[in-house]
């Protein structure tokens, strides 16, 4: 069995995979090799992080220590640095990262080349945090960005990231309250207040059920033993509690105040996130659709529930990254956490993709969808990727397919 990503459903089809030790070693393999792909930590679910008959490059063994400066208010990480690794060290000098993921266990270089977010009416996706980066690219030149909406989307297409500067906000505490069994109706009807009523918020459904499974409310106060008509939990509960999981591996629940780093990502650095043995998939649409897309979802839950261990609900802040599902707006996430049912999750997701299609929907880069979307940047990315990689080196067949539109989705 060859080298595959975290939910083992991608089977990687490079030749080889290097790991590094100095940056001059990464512009080496880059220059010399016809084709390159960066890989993170693997948690993408689609073949985003391939490089069919190319080389991959592993970063996780790069020399380099992260850098804080209390001054700026910023950390210098190396890639392949986890969120869960620098946490600590950012929060012990008073500071924080203002979002972070549910997971902490993903590289920050391939986190942030697809997006990735958390949730939280005014809170950006963790790629907004960038505020510089180095990136070695085709021909083993390095180069330095700093505030580029264009580079920080990158989906490994433009070259290979060895560092990133992250703003950071004063360190702060939270407390998270989980509540079972909120109606139908209030989400329809008091979206935005459910969405305001924390920090960070969260809504887990199978789409079938009567009422909303759970609602994670991530704030600074007690959000009252009623919420909207859902009911304080009795126990720590994990999102996809209504399928049987129990919630061993979250974050500490019960109004329990904690730092940032151990409230807001829903699952725990030492153990399996989520359920392991998943397919992901999660799209976005403007939060003026919110309502008439969760009425979507719920028009077709009778198809989605069966393969579904959960699903969740959430609100990314806009963003100006060229390639950022949020350019542009606010968004809802509508994430679908499958059972690993390749075949069922494939002949949804066109069907899903065609409910949405009326509401300006885009999907996540790193899950897996049919169909993607366009970009009011696009065409910039486009030439950038073109002026840096003129021979088409980090052009993978996904970046061909989605970005460039050169084969048709499969
Ligand atoms: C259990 C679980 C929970 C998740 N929860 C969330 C969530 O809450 N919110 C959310 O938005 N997503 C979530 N995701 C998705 C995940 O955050 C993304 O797939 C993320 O991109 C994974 O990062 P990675 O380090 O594993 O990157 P990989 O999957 O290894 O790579 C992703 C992309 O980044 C590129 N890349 C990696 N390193 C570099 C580099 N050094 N230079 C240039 N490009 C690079 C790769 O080439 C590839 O294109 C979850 C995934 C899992 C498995």
Redesign the pocket.
Known sequence: MGET???GNQLFTAERILRPRTVEQVQEAVAAAPAV?????????ND??DCPDGVQ?D?SGLESAAGLDADAATITVP??ARYGDIAGQVHAAGFALANL???P???V???V??????SGRRNQ?LASAVSGLD?VTADGELKTYSHHDGVVV?????????RLTLDLVPAFELRQDVFDGLPWESAYTRFEEIQDAGYSVSMFTNWARDTIDQVWVKGAGQPGEDFFGAKAADGPRHPAHAAGIPGGNCTRQLGVPGPWHERIP??RLGFT??VGD?L?S?YFVPIRHAIAAMEAMRGIGHLLAPVLLTSEIRTVAADELWLSPFHGGDRMAL?FTWRPERDEVRALLPVMEERLAPFDVRP????LFHRAADYPRLADFRALATELDPGGKFRSP?VRRHVFGEVKSS
């Open positions: 990503n975290w939910a792909k960066a890989l993170g930590s693997r948690h993408c679910f985003i992080a490059i970063l890639a392949a993921a549910s997971l266990h993903c590289t270089a391939g986190t080349a697809t997006a990735t977010h958390g996706s990136l990158g989906l490994g297409a433009l070259g290979v990231v060895t829903h699952f996130p989520s998943e992901q999660e994430h996540h880069w790193g899950k996904f």
